[in-house]
């Protein structure tokens, strides 16, 4: 469960964020290098209450080295 850090109300989780006009979303990489390797989808949160987002990347073990 997360929490809203603006009204501290549950979010709704489970969400994705895209890029308007295109049919793909973000990944996450280790550098800013054309080839980095991947890490995954950062996740998304809205607050039911206030709109707050919340973009969060939940596999963390993947990027301690």
Not at 3 to 9: A, D, G, Q
Not at 34 to 60: H, M, Q, T, W
């Amino acid at each position: 469960m997360r929490e809203c850090i603006r009204c501290h109300t549950e979010m709704v989780e489970g969400c994705d964020l895209k890029v308007q006009g295109a049919g793909y979303g973000i990944i996450l990489a280790d550098s800013e290098k054309i080839f980095a390797n991947r890490l995954g989808k950062p996740k998304v949160a809205v607050c039911p209450k206030c709109g707050e987002v919340s973009i969060y990347f939940d596999n963390v073990d993947l990027l301690k080295k």
